[in-house]
């Protein structure tokens, strides 16, 4: 499929602030967020967008900037994540379970501006940051018991909200302002990621990648506007990133947040999404608890809606899985009970997903073909190629510079090994690519 096709030309020249500005005007009183018994409309979510921007704006933080994010997936998160973007600014979520060291290489290497904290518990992996980044000016925190008055740099949410809603009443335009100014080959997000070394490195996205990468997964998957989507794995990984928050902006799906995985399957019951994404471990725990009901119950066909209806898989139209080879006795399972696993293959590099199954193009042992507008070819020693409006901008370096991950003529070689069938479907003869975001 050609990127000359209409919904391909409108991807390349869209800006996350752009989709999400569209939303809130043609669909403000639809729901966006559902947190905790909370639920934000788009027009809602919008305010609390432009309110949170406003505020960053005054506190200073400018186009090109760095904010870093470490709190849990939670409404909060994801209006303050889309609120630097509106800005020009450039969000990185980090994971919980970094260490102080890899914290700290963090702030400095992505010379960070401002900090948002949820949690006291943070402080302790931050505190090597706080003290040795120079860049840092700001720090929110969502959570009054992790002020630290001694540090002028901390601020509170309320007073970060309150800071913007007062900009907002000075200048109605400020945040429109600045959104409109952003090119969608602009960076939009730094996703940090481990090398074959160990080395993390700062991967760049462009509102380009980003809106193209969700434009052509709902070309693949075809999500009905306004359905829900669950967002349980951790906003540091491209999955959860494209699924929970670009590409439900995208698609206006209603976003339903988990904080805790332990509750992951109560809350997948009670959300019932369309799309849903997850590694092959917790598939076997759904397999698990699906198990424990008796197997006369299981193997009558008049009961697998509801035994679909039982792990909250009954309306899925896109149940994937990824991050590592998934055991065919799991994906045979599954289908027993009408539930077909559609393999993927991506990788942060290249915005998510480059390769799927999905319904209608399914090859159970492969992980799919690419996705429309994405090129995927092998090199003669087997290592997979892309080239595709998908792939990065490139990596960060310390003096702010981005080095292309692509070669001169747009391929990107990847780490994996795979064959591809006369068909375009991928076989890796490798771990897959995109990173396991239970074991970061």
């Known amino acids: 499929m050609s990127v000359s096709e209409a919904w391909a030309t409108a991807a390349l020249e869209a800006t996350i602030p752009q989709l999400f500005s569209r939303n809130a005007a043609e669909f403000p009183q639809r729901p966006a967020l559902t947190d905790d018994g909370r639920t934000w409309t788009w027009a809602e979510a919008h305010h609390g967008v432009h309110a949170l921007a406003a505020g960053l704006a005054a506190m200073g933080l400018q186009s090109g900037q760095t904010m870093l994010i470490m709190m849990a997936n939670r409404a909060e998160h994801w209006l303050i994540d889309v609120a630097a973007t509106h800005l020009g600014a450039v969000p990185s979520t980090l994971y919980p379970t970094l260490s ?3 914290v700290h ?7 960070a501006r401002v900090v948002v904290l949820d949690v006291a518990d943070q402080l302790r992996r931050w505190s090597k940051a706080l003290r040795n980044t120079s860049t840092i000016e700001h720090i929110v925190v969502l959570d009054e018991a992790a002020m630290v008055s001694a540090d002028p740099r901390f601020r509170t949410w309320e007073t970060l909200w309150r800071l913007g809603e007062q900009h907002l009443r000075d200048d109605p335009e400020l945040v429109q302002r600045a959104w409109q100014a952003i090119q969608p080959n602009h960076p939009a997000a730094i996703l940090y990621t481990s090398g074959t070394t160990g080395e993390q490195k700062g991967v760049v996205l462009t509102h380009r990648n980003i809106c193209f990468a969700a434009a052509a997964l709902h ?3 075809k999500p009905e506007r306004h359905a829900p989507r669950l967002c349980y794995l951790p906003l540091a990984h491209i999955a959860e990133r494209m699924i929970g928050l670009y590409a439900a902006i995208h698609d206006v799906a209603h976003v339903h ?8 399957l109560a809350a997948l019951v009670r959300t019932r999404p369309t799309l849903f994404f997850a590694v ?10 699906i198990r424990k009901i008796p197997a006369e119950r299981r193997s009558d066909p008049q009961a697998l809606r509801w035994l679909r209806a039982r ?13 590592a080879p998934i055991e065919a006795a799991l994906l045979e399972f599954f289908g027993a009970i009408g539930v077909d696993i559609f393999e993927l293959w991506g990788m942060t590099e290249t915005t998510g997903c480059v390769t799927t199954n999905h319904a209608g193009a399914h090859r159970p042992g492969t992980v799919g073909r690419a996705v429309p507008g994405v090129e995927v070819r092998t090199a003669a020693d087997g290592a997979v190629l892309v080239r595709g409006p998908l792939v990065c901008a490139g990596y960060l370096q310390p003096d702010g510079a981005i080095r292309p991950a692509a070669d001169a003529d747009g ?24 990173p396991a ?4």
């Not at 947040?257 to 992951?264: E, L, S, T, V």
């Not at 975001?437 to 970061?440: R, V, W």
């Open 311 to 323: 792990i909250g898989l009954d309306h899925a139209v896109w149940p994937a899985s990824g991050a």
């Open 280 to 289: 092959p471990r917790v598939w076997e725990k759904l397999a698990a608890a």
């Open 437 to 440: 975001p239970l074991d970061n």
């Open 411 to 434: 391929w990107l070689r990847t780490g994996d090994v795979g064959v591809l069938d006369a068909d375009g479907y991928l076989t890796l003869a490798s771990s897959p690519s995109l």
């Open 100 to 102: 102080q060291d890899q």
């Open 105 to 111: 290489h963090i702030a400095q290497h992505s010379r």
């Open 257 to 264: 947040f988990c904080a805790d995985q332990g509750r992951m």
């Open 219 to 221: 070309q693949a998957t």
